[in-house]
T-cell receptor, first 112, second 116 residues
Framework: AQSVTQLDSHVSVSEGTPVLLRCNYS??????LFWYVQHPNKGLQLLLK??????LVKGINGFEAEFKKSETSFHLTKPSAHMSDAAEYFC??????????FGAGTRLTVKP | DAGVIQSPRHEVTEMGQEVTLRCKPI?????LFWYRQTMMRGLELLIY????????DSGMPEDRFSAKMPNASFSTLKIQPSEPRDSAVYFC??????????????FGPGTRLTVT
């Protein structure tokens, strides 16, 4: 069985400061890992994905995430937050059977 | 491409009524997923299809829920009879690929269902 835990339900940062959204996973196989973003009243959009290639994955809008097998983590980072980054972020783990497990989500607030 | 299309965008119905949600996946995609999102339970996978065949419906909450995919370009999620606890946003997503889990899913805008 696989699972994913997003360690913070809510993160608040000031515009221009770094963003860190934490995600830990559990999987019996080599997992695929994703980060999705959901803006208010919108569907989910893929930010980036890891599928056993480079451990540092770059995504859209300046986000990146690093796969650390020893720590079973896949934290999402961005050097400088923009107001438009305010949204809900979901970490997702998937194994060979297309069984995708979503984390509970982290709501990112960006203060001016 | 127009992306994943869902209809209606909003649905308000009374308890006991039948509700049908519709989804048109992206052309060429062969996997389709139905999700439900609520504040209490977050995002839940209800069912997914591969090549129009239901692969896993273990997330369907009970017999009141049913889903069909008669062809590659259309799927429905039906609730009969509806109950207030079914109020949620229902998302449809599609992807291209086999059963391997490393394919990006493209989400529709969702249907906000309110059952009174």
């Amino acid at each position: 069985a696989q699972s994913v835990t997003q360690l913070d339900s809510h993160v608040s940062v000031s515009e221009g400061t770094p963003v860190l959204l934490r995600c830990n996973y559990s999987s019996s196989y080599s997992p695929s890992l994703f980060w999705y973003v959901q803006h208010p009243n919108k569907g989910l959009q893929l930010l980036l994905k890891y599928t056993s290639a480079a451990t540092l994955v770059k995504g859209i809008n300046g986000f990146e995430a690093e796969f650390k097998k020893s720590e079973t983590s896949f934290h999402l980072t961005k050097p400088s937050a923009h107001m438009s980054d305010a949204a809900e972020y979901f970490c997702v783990v998937s194994d060979l059977s297309n069984d995708m497990r979503f984390g509970a989500g982290t709501r990112l607030t960006v203060k001016p | 491409d127009a992306g994943v299309i869902q209809s209606p965008r909003h649905e308000v119905t009374e308890m006991g009524q039948e509700v049908t949600l519709r989804c048109k996946p992206i052309s060429g995609h062969n996997s389709l997923f139905w999700y439900r999102q609520t504040m209490m339970r977050g995002l839940e996978l209800l069912i997914y299809f591969n090549n129009n065949v239901p692969i896993d419906d273990s997330g369907m909450p009970e017999d009141r829920f049913s889903a069909k995919m008669p062809n590659a370009s259309f799927s429905t999620l039906k609730i009969q009879p509806s109950e207030p606890r079914d109020s949620a946003v229902y998302f449809c997503a599609s992807s291209f690929g086999g059963l391997a889990g490393d394919y990006e899913q493209y989400f529709g805008p969702g249907t906000r269902l309110t059952v009174t």
